[in-house]
């Protein structure tokens, strides 16, 4: 019985199925009736599965997905692609369906009264935009021809027919408005209110919660301009332009302007993230002295302002790219990119007026912002989500590809790839003299460490970037890109010099302020502890690295050991790297790199205390890969006591006893050679030969130890200068801010009372002499 209820995605098929009949049918009052009852049922749906988490966030149930299906939303999503299809192929015989359904968003998105909508649903239904665009799109690919002038050679640029073109260009407006209408949505949704009608802190929660449905609708308008432009289509890119630029116009009412900051580029949409009085603290070194705070509407419109400038130069770089790369047969990509960065309208009014030409240094600045927008490999960050958009953006460009198959990707994944267009930007703006106070405007953000997101490392990422573009000036520059500059009047050479200059310079600035905070600042007290901690617990409680031995026992300095003084000395290291935090890019394992060398110099000190006691000097009639010597070792090994362990020369010796290891049995002498399981073998040990381990190590050729793997008892540490502890460390400097990390021990060894022999070879020469002797 239950197999016979319909499921929700089957009744909005069965919905859609009826009105894209009435599309069929060009019957429009019937459609609306129809398109009506579809959105009624889908918002229903929405509604009734709306719900809120524990802490209070709004949740819904549609959201929900299995191992094997995608979200309910999304299926419900999903069936409005083939009813834009069909109502775009009537485009020109009745445009009322196509204009109808421009407002599916507006009618899915929940009213005053309505449950709010999580932010992934509300996404889901702002995407229906770029969905019905991309069905426009298609339709203007389908009815494209080649455009030839008369008198002229063809030119690869596309055009719409005449009757087409009318309609197209008659139906974009009511578009776009349609898509930018949805803005007034977003006070009621979120229950923005005037004024004195809301006490800060929920205004500014409110606007919080309604961040993501304002940065979805602005990557959404970027999405529809990419689209237009890589379709070749001027009309839908001149409309989508427009709109990017005069974004968000419905809302600009509450957008309060009046706020005015030292830094306002130091704003991000994370101080959204912040309760009110947080978000009020974190601001205002941003701001000028004896200034009121902002309002959450002036610290708000200052957050939507710099995010849209964000959007619109990647997508401005992103478009340039296209034509750098050859990616399009016309330069669409290059002309609508200068008309973002000029603000460029076709019908300016007095609420868009553009300032004479693009400011250098604004360029600059918004550029040096991506910089500073936070981690771009961590979830949900602002830089992440940068990237996110480049990488949604160029994967409309992606090739064809057979399923199945490995290929390399052909598209961006991040903003990293935008830098030969960033470059372009600013070499078409550069000054021909002058820097237009981008080298004082950045000598004063280095100056303010303080006030920057992440700190000395915001600089380090500034600095990074400023040193890709001065490699990629120094290279030659791709043809593409020679031919884009080339149709500016400046000449290319004197610019790149300029740019040079401007970029050395701005280097400069942050380095010389960098040196200075570093001159002045100590090595962090609490750094330098935790290394000397650390590197202590691994000394008295780790295993000792010594090579050679087993079973070492470690421990604290007994009575009447005769600990001796021992120094680990790190040279070159940067006073940087012991700041916290640090200023520079020090390996992620600085402080454990410190310790594990420790306890290998500990042990080697251990080694070298051995090789100065006494040996027992052998002579043995042949060499070590020979059988002889082996029935010479036997009376010996008992000797040496438990585990006998054999270090011969690693360059003579211990080259020859590896061949043993690869060479036929029938060439192998008479003896038995094994190997040890990888888990049980030491650095440098080759073989285990009659039973005992051999080796290698810098000894001479044709000299070898034998000894037990028993004769060192332990290694016993003795307290420093400072009661209690057991290591001292020290950062010595020296010059360019560099010196050396000193670690001292003091160290008692307790050996057993085992022989060790000293075995001596026969030179090759002397060999024969010897055996007739013996």
Request: aromatic letters at 8%; one cysteine or more.
């Amino acid at each position: 019985m239950r197999d016979n209820i319909a499921r929700p995605e089957e009744i909005l098929e069965e919905l859609v199925d009826k009105t894209v009949a009435q599309i069929e049918r060009q019957a429009p009052v019937a459609f609306d009736g129809a398109f009506a009852e579809l959105t009624r049922y889908h918002r229903f749906l929405l509604a009734l599965s709306a719900s809120r988490t524990l802490d209070g966030k709004a949740f819904n149930f549609a959201e929900l997905a299995g191992m094997a299906w995608s979200p309910p939303h999304k299926k419900w999503i999903s069936q409005y692609r083939r009813l834009f299809e069909r109502a775009a192929n009537r485009l020109v015989d009745d445009d009322h369906f196509i204009r109808s359904l421009a407002y599916t968003s507006m009618r899915l998105l929940p009213g005053r009264e309505d449950p709010e909508l999580s932010p992934n649903v509300v996404n889901a239904i702002l995407d229906l935009g770029p969905i019905l665009v991309s069905r426009l799109e298609a339709w203007v690919t389908k009815r494209t021809v080649v455009q030839t002038h008369e008198g002229q050679s063809a030119e690869p640029r596309l055009a719409l027919a005449g009757s087409d073109s009318k309609a197209f260009a008659n139906l974009l407006p009511e578009i776009v408005g349609a898509w930018e209408s949805l803005l007034h949505q977003v006070g009621p949704m979120y229950r923005w209110q005037h004024g004195d009608d809301q006490a800060e802190e929920d205004r500014w929660a409110a606007y919080g919660r309604s961040w993501e449905f304002l940065r979805q609708h602005l990557t959404n308008t970027a999405y529809c301009l990419a689209l237009a432009v890589w379709n070749e289509d001027k009309i839908g890119a001149s409309a989508f332009r427009e709109a990017l630029v005069r974004w968000p116009q419905a809302i600009n009412h509450r957008l309060d302007d009046r706020a005015r900051f030292r830094h306002r580029r130091l704003v991000f949409p994370r101080h959204l993230n912040l309760d009110w009085p947080d978000a009020t603290a974190a601001v205002a070194p941003l701001g000028f002295e004896h200034m009121p705070k902002p309002t959450p509407d002036q610290l708000f419109a200052t957050v939507v302002r710099g995010a849209k400038e964000d959007v619109l130069i990647l997508t401005a770089a992103l478009l340039q790219s296209w034509t750098l790369n050859s990616k399009q047969a016309s330069d669409i990509g290059a002309r609508t990119a200068q008309a973002l960065l000029e603000h460029s309208l076709d019908e300016p009014d007095v609420l868009h007026r553009r300032s004479e030409g693009v400011s250098f240094r604004s360029l600059f600045l918004d550029l040096i912002r991506f910089e500073l927008s936070g981690e771009r490999f961590q979830d949900g960050s602002y830089a992440a989500q940068l990237d996110q958009l480049v990488a949604a953006l160029d994967n409309m460009t992606e090739r064809r590809v057979v399923p199945g198959r490995v290929y390399t990707p052909s598209t961006l994944h991040g903003r990293e790839g935008l830098l030969l267009s960033e470059l372009s930007f600013l070499l078409k703006y550069v000054p021909d003299q002058g820097d237009d106070g981008v080298t004082f405007r950045i000598r004063a953000l280095a100056r303010e460490e303080a006030i920057l997101p992440e700190g000395d490392y915001s600089l380090r990422k500034i600095l990074d970037w400023l040193r890709q573009l001065e490699t990629t000036l120094a290279a030659p520059l791709p043809e593409s890109f020679l031919a884009i500059q080339s149709k500016d009047e400046k000449n290319i050479g004197s610019s790149v010099k300029q740019l040079n200059e401007v970029i050395k310079a701005a280097i400069d600035a942050i380095e010389d302020e960098r040196r200075g905070r570093l001159a002045a600042r100590a090595p962090d007290p609490g750094k330098l502890e935790r290394i000397r901690a650390s590197i202590e617990h691994a000394l008295l409680t780790g295993s000792p690295q010594v090579p050679f031995f087993a079973d070492v026992q470690v421990g604290r300095e007994a009575a009447g050991d005769p600990a001796e003084w021992q120094d680990i000395v790190f040279n070159n290291i940067t006073k940087a790297s012991l700041l916290e935090p640090p200023m520079e890019n020090s390996a992620s394992n600085f402080e454990e790199f410190l310790t594990t060398v420790s306890q290998e110099r500990a042990g080697t000190y251990a080694w070298h205390a051995f090789t100065k006691r006494p040996r027992t000097k052998v002579d043995i009639g042949a060499r070590a890969e020979e059988e002889l010597f082996w029935r010479e070792l036997v009376p010996l090994v008992p000797q040496v006591g438990p585990d006998p362990v054999l270090v011969v020369s690693r360059n003579a010796e211990g080259r020859a006893l590896r061949r043993f290891l690869y060479s036929p049995a029938a060439d192998l002498p008479n003896l038995r050679i094994e190997q040890r399981p990888r888990d049980q073998r030491q650095a440098s040990y080759i073989a285990t030969v009659e039973g005992v381990d051999v080796f290698g190590a810098d000894l001479e050729p044709r000299v070898a130890w034998l000894f037990s793997a028993r004769k060192l008892n332990a290694v016993r540490y003795g307290e420093t200068d400072t009661p209690g502890c057991f290591v001292e460390l020290a950062f010595e400097q020296g010059e360019d801010m560099r010196g050396a990390v000193r670690v001292r021990i003091r160290q008692a060894l307790d050996w057993s009372d085992d022989p060790v022999f000293e075995l001596h070879a026969p030179d090759p020469e002397d060999q024969d002499e010897w055996l007739s002797l013996s």
